[in-house]
């Protein structure tokens, strides 16, 4: 059974602070895909990262894609108010690209 | 360009009825993947489908069932429902082919009392 571990699980920073979620897998994933969901609605896609090594930026977000392809980052630098709300990550393993895998996500409160 | 729709928004049901709910995917898009997300389990994968035909499925029981219209329209039904079938269900549509993402609707929240 392919798993996707994603910590930490929760996070609590002031606005201006940095900070890195980790996703991490003993199994090698095709795609691996990160998205943003706020209360009362659905998971909105951030970026997929697919070649092993894979460096994305999205303003202030960085997300990379390990060598191996069976973990992932993402780096927010001087965090905002709005970047509040629940990360999470998806791989698209063995069972197919639509057939995602999510970590159990991390919440990140931002405090002014 | 609208984006995935799903109907209704919430849902009340007791235990041992059924319900069925709707996703309309992104215009194009023929693949629709279905989701359930609890407090304790996340976010997991029910099944796909793919021009009418389910293309893969999760680890659920048999209860949980879908299908897929010509104009890639998605429902998915529960039978005999149970408490622990309390969730949000979300409906994810892509194009299907290749690495393409899935994009999200805002989910079915199902309460079972």
């Known amino acids: 059974t392919q798993l996707l571990e994603q910590s930490p699980q929760f996070l609590s920073i002031q606005e201006g602070e940095n900070l890195t979620v980790y996703c991490n897998s003993s199994?090698?994933?095709?795609?691996l895909q990160w998205y943003r969901q706020e209360p009362g609605e659905g998971p909105v896609l951030l970026v997929t990262?697919?070649?092993?090594?894979e460096v994305k930026k999205l303003k202030r977000l960085t997300f990379q894609f390990g060598d191996a392809r069976k973990d992932s980052s993402l780096h927010i630098t001087a965090a905002q108010t709005g970047d509040t709300g629940l990360y999470l990550c998806?791989?698209?393993?063995?069972?197919?690209?639509?057939?995602?895998?999510f970590g159990a996500g991390t919440r990140l409160a931002v405090h002014p | 360009k609208a984006g995935v729709t799903q109907t209704p928004r919430y849902l009340i049901k007791t235990r041992g009825q059924q319900v069925t709910l709707s996703c309309s995917p992104i215009?194009?898009?023929?693949?629709v993947s279905w989701y359930q997300q609890t407090p304790g389990q996340g976010l997991q994968f029910l099944f796909e489908?793919?021009?009418?035909?389910?293309?893969n499925k999760g680890n659920f029981p048999g209860r949980f069932s879908g299908r897929q219209f010509s104009n890639s329209r998605s429902e998915m039904n529960v039978s005999t429902l149970e408490l622990g079938d309390s969730a949000l269900y979300l409906c994810?549509?892509?194009?299907?082919?290749?690495?393409?993402?899935?994009?999200f609707g805002d989910g079915t929240r199902l309460s079972i009392l």
């Open positions: 990262v697919v070649t092993g090594g």
């Open positions: 215009s194009g898009h023929r693949s």
């Open positions: 199994s090698v994933f095709s795609s």
């Open positions: 994810a549509s892509s194009t299907g082919t290749g690495n393409q993402p899935q994009h």
């Open positions: 998806a791989g698209a393993g063995r069972g197919g690209y639509n057939k995602l895998i």
């Open positions: 489908y793919f021009s009418e035909t389910q293309r």
